[in-house]
């Protein structure tokens, strides 16, 4: 009979490949703002502004500032061609904001593993933002 063995996941990346992991509740708000520091001024930010593009058109960058409020000691706020000054990223919805999360881990992992828990969670919020209107109940009424 065949065992089965569960490894552990290391808590610091390995040096042969590059991993990432999303846990249901998101990354840690160090641990994002960590990752960023290290994309912030590279293409890799540019691929991540360009996915959130894709649900939120008017977001032209980010940037990650010392908190106010709250326990965050940093958070990520936007420029949106819609608003005269950044607005938290928080503000704009827990859609975009697990999608920020996922393609920051995604372009740091790269060329090496991606774990997401609980991927489904987002993909059904992204579809309600993008496609609610067109399918909403209330219109068939």
Do not use: C
Request: aromatic share 6%.
């Amino acid at each position: 009979m065949s065992s089965v063995r569960i490894l552990p996941i290391p808590s610091t990346p390995s040096s042969k490949y590059p991993f990432q992991v999303v846990p249901t509740r998101n990354l840690t708000s160090d641990k994002i703002a960590a990752l960023w520091d290290t994309i912030g001024l590279t293409p890799m930010a540019e691929e991540v502004i360009a996915g959130l593009q894709l649900i939120e058109p008017s977001i032209t960058g980010i940037l990650f500032v010392q908190s106010t409020i709250g326990r965050e000691a940093r958070m990520p706020l936007v420029s949106s061609r819609n608003a005269s000054e950044p607005l938290p990223l928080k503000s704009m919805g827990d859609g975009i904001t697990r999608l920020f999360h996922i393609i920051v881990a995604l372009v740091s992992a790269k060329d090496g593993i991606l774990l997401i828990d609980e991927f489904e969670t987002v993909s059904i919020g992204l579809f309600r933002k993008r496609y609610g209107r067109r399918y909403s109940t209330s219109q068939n009424a």
